[in-house]
């Protein structure tokens, strides 16, 4: 599986943000989605993800009302809409690709085995 990340930007504070994360392969509705992020000089951190039907969502506390994870498997694209935006959202978003194993999404990196090569997300006071 090959994903591709698009939809970054700089937006200013309290602006929105959708990110997309278009995967190749004809497996794509089987895997769980999710999103991650990486702030400069910080560890890579949870954001979001969504089980292969669509039908379970899980969501970092610091993004929970703000951020919106969802699926389109016609289309081979997940989709992390952005809104809210804070300066501290500022950082890398990573798209990530795992197998099902679970009715809920896994919030931790080592649940996923194909990565996209991420899209920046600047946010400015």
């Known amino acids: 599986v090959q994903l591709v990340e698009s939809g970054g930007g700089l937006v200013q504070a309290g602006g929105s943000l959708r990110l997309s994360c278009a995967a190749s392969?004809?497996?794509?509705?089987?895997?769980?989605m999710g999103w991650f992020r990486q702030a400069p000089g910080k560890e890579r951190e949870f954001v979001a993800a969504v089980t292969w039907s669509g039908g379970s969502t899980s969501y970092a506390d610091s993004v929970k009302g703000r951020f919106t994870i969802s699926r389109d498997n016609a289309e081979n694209t997940v989709y992390l809409q952005l809104n809210g935006l804070k300066p501290e959202d500022t950082a890398v978003y990573y798209c990530a690709a795992g197998p099902s194993l679970s009715w809920y999404p896994s919030p931790f990196p080592s649940g996923y085995n194909y990565w996209g090569q991420g899209t920046q997300v600047t946010v400015s006071s």
């Open positions: 392969g004809r497996t794509f509705s089987s895997y769980t």
